[in-house]
């Protein structure tokens, strides 16, 4: 079983570069999320989405982008790199319903921004 | 507003241990709680769960107790083996259902 599956594992970015972080999950869930997570931080939510072609803002979505075309898939876009956007990127899901259900998380994606 | 607080890593202990973790939460109402669980290079995993106070989750060994009065969700295990060795992260679910998140815990287990 896949799961959520995030692209790339690693990446070195110079400052006012763009890339996008890819994330695809295969369990149907309506739910999708976009944290970072910084050392000796918890994650923070920068973006989310209900389904397909909804987003909404999280806690810190300045500098970030997304988009829902497909319920399957949830590209986080950094338009232009600053090195306080140097984080582990996670990815997660959640079916719909009780809200109480386990979010399932990708592996990351360890950006740096030199 | 919501807040998580654990308390600080890394938590070194030897096999067979008894491990405490401790966690409170600030919150409005009564939010479920969660402990995740982080392996070495892989993404978060539900660890536990209690939606109500007096709930306890367990699995794999782990127990945390929801207490209202102290506003607290501490994770326990009476045996800790190496390969419970991991960062441990301690949540709430707001109003707006989202996950608020402690700044985790390391747990080192050495042999």
């Known amino acids: 079983n896949a799961g959520v599956t995030q692209t790339p594992k690693f990446r070195i970015l110079k400052i006012g570069q763009s890339m996008t972080l890819q994330c695809t999950q295969d369990m149907n869930h309506n739910y999708m999320y976009w944290y970072r997570q910084d050392p000796g931080m918890g994650l923070k939510l920068i973006y989310y989405s209900v389904g397909a072609g909804i987003t909404d803002k999280g806690e810190v979505p300045n500098g970030y982008n997304v988009s829902r075309s497909t319920t399957e898939d949830f590209p986080l876009r950094l338009e232009l790199a600053a090195p306080s956007q140097t984080s582990v990127y996670f990815c997660a899901s959640r079916p719909p319903g009780d809200s109480n259900q386990p979010q399932h998380f990708g592996d990351g994606t360890r950006l740096s921004i030199l | 507003g919501n807040s998580v607080t654990q308390m600080e890593g890394p938590v070194t202990l030897s096999e067979e241990a008894f491990l405490t973790i401790n966690c409170t939460y600030t919150?409005?109402?009564?939010?479920?709680l969660f402990w995740y669980v982080q392996y070495p290079g892989e993404g978060l995993q539900l660890l536990l769960k209690a939606t109500k106070a007096d709930d306890k989750g367990s699995n794999k060994g782990f127990e945390a107790t929801y207490r209202k009065e102290t506003t607290s969700f501490h994770l326990e295990k009476g045996s800790v083996q190496v390969s419970d060795s991991a960062v441990y992260f301690c949540a709430l679910r707001d109003s707006n259902y989202q996950l608020i998140w402690g700044a985790g815990t390391k747990l080192i287990i050495k042999p």
């Open positions: 919150a409005t109402g009564y939010p479920s």
